[in-house]
Nanobody
Framework: QVQLVESGGGLVQPGGSLRLSCAASAMISSANTMGWYRRAPGKQRELVASVSSGGNINYADSAKGRFAFSRDNAKNTVYLQMNNLKPEDTALYYC?????????????WGQGTQVTVSS
């Protein structure tokens, strides 16, 4: 099994920045995919950004130009740099990973970290 622990959320004013971190208990270099999702109140969980094992990064349209996904394989940690935050970015942000384990691809989720954008 793999544990994912998010951190870095908090309260920020519109236009501000936050960097979310996701520390994994496994080698993220071996992950098939890793990414960030979010769930706003009353809405379904949606993809924010993800990266494949081949390095292809996919961003939600709302995140393009403002958010940046990165990772540090040595620390088994992925990040989401969030700039120019808007109130509509307010959500619980989840780290997600897919690993090959026990003969199948397994999905793992962190507990979530809250991001609130408000003045």
């Amino acid at each position: 099994q793999v544990q994912l622990v998010e951190s870095g959320g908090g309260l920020v004013q519109p236009g501000g920045s936050l960097r979310l971190s996701c520390a994994a208990s496994a080698m993220i270099s071996s992950a098939n995919t890793m990414g960030w999702y979010r769930r706003a109140p009353g809405k379904q969980r949606e993809l924010v950004a993800s990266v494949s094992s081949g390095g292809n990064i996919n961003y939600a349209d709302s995140a393009k130009g403002r958010f940046a996904f990165s990772r540090d394989n040595a620390k088994n940690t992925v990040y989401l740099q969030m700039n120019n935050l808007k109130p509509e970015d307010t959500a619980l942000y989840y780290c997600h990973a897919i690993f090959w384990h026990g003969g199948t691809w397994m999905n793992y989720w962190g507990q979530g970290t809250q991001v609130t954008v408000s003045s």
